[in-house]
C-alpha cells in the first residue's frame, strides 16, 4: 500500500536550517524525481520521469493549507518541496498564485533545478519568494555518478537553465550544493562547481553532505572542518549547512524509528500524526514508516481515504535494524 495515497498534501510546519518554520506541500507521489541521487536519504528513485502532470488538483491543496493555516502556530515560509522533484508539478504557477491571494507569508520552492531549461517551468516559478535549486557536480561525469538524472537531462543545459532561470527571476535564488567525502569533496572538483556558480550569481552559496543514512553506502559526509575550507572558494556568501549534530549511522537510525513505534504502539497513527506528533519531515517519516511495515512490525489499513499505521500484535518492541 503507498504511503502517498494518504492523500493529505501539507506538513508541518518543520523546524528548517533554513527556513526557520516551514510549512511544506508535497505535490508529486513518494520518490518521484528526475533525478536517483548517491545521497538522496528517501532511498532509490522509483519514478524517474520529465513528464510533468498535475499530481493533485490545485484547490485540493489550497483548500488543505487554508485549512492549515488557521492553526496557530508560527509559519515563516510556505515551501514547495515534499518526497520528489516538485517542478514536476504541472500547475505551479496557478498554485503559487492561489498561495499568494490567501496569505502573505513567503512562497518558498526548494528544487534540484533539473527543469530549469525549460521555460514553461521558469515561468510558473516566477512568483515564488525564494528558489533553492541543487548544483552536486561541476562536470558531466561527475554529474552522472552523483545525481544519476533521467535521460534527457544534459549537464550544460541544466547548468544553464540555473543560469538563465537567476537571470529572470525577482526573487531570491540560494545554491545548494551537496558534496560527498571522495567525489565531490575535493578540490578540483569544487572548483569547477564555483566556476559554474559564479557564472550563475546567486544571492548565496550553500554547502551541504550527508546528515542521515544515504540511498548508497559510498555517500559519505564531508568532515566539518574540511567544508569551512572549500566555502572559501565560492565567490557568492558561503556558508555550511550540513547538520553535524544530527550526523547518525544506521543505530542512531534505528533509535529514531523506535520512537515512531512507540507512537504506534499506543493507538493507530497517519503519517501526518507521526510527522506532526514526533515535530520530524514527513519524509522522514516516510521513511520509518517503510521499514516498519518491511520488518513486519507494523501494518498500514486504510480508513476511508487515509491509511492508518497500527502495530502488528507480537511485534517486537526493537527491530534488528
Known sequence: MSLYSDNFRIFGPVPSRRLGHSLGIDLVPFKTCTYDCLY???????????????????????????????????????????????????KTAELIGRIKVMTDIPVAVLTNGSLLWDKTVREGLMEADLVIPSLDAGNDPLFQLVNRPCPGIIFDKMVAGIQQ??????????????????????????????????????????LNTVSRPPCEKNARAVPRARMLRLAEMFDAPAEVIADYENIHGESGFAASREEVFDLI??????????????????????????????????????????NYYRRIAGAAERGSG
Open 40 to 90: 538522496c536519504q528517501l532511498g532509490r528513485t522509483t519514478v524517474k520521469t520529465l513528464e510533468r502532470k498535475v499530481y493533485v488538483p490545485p484547490e485540493e491543496i489550497v483548500q488543505q493549507l487554508a485549512e492549515k493555516l488557521k492553526q496557530p502556530q508560527p509559519v515563516d515560509y510556505i515551501t514547495l518541496s515534499g518526497s520528489g522533484e516538485p517542478t514536476l508539478y504541472l
Open 165 to 206: 532561470f537567476k537571470q529572470e527571476f525577482k526573487g531570491a535564488l540560494w545554491l545548494e550544493i551537496f558534496l560527498l567525502d571522495g567525489i565531490t569533496a575535493t578540490q578540483a572538483a569544487v572548483e569547477e562547481i564555483a566556476f559554474h556558480a559564479l557564472h550563475i550569481s546567486p544571492d548565496k552559496v550553500q
Open 265 to 306: 504502539s499506543r493507538r493507530p497513527c497517519t503519517l501526518e500524526d507521526v510527522a506532526g506528533g514526533l515535530s520530524i519531515h514527513r519524509n522522514e517519516a516516510i521513511k520509518h514508516l517503510e521499514q516498519l511495515v518491511h520488518e513486519e512490525r507494523i501494518v498500514a489499513v486504510a480508513q476511508g481515504e487515509r
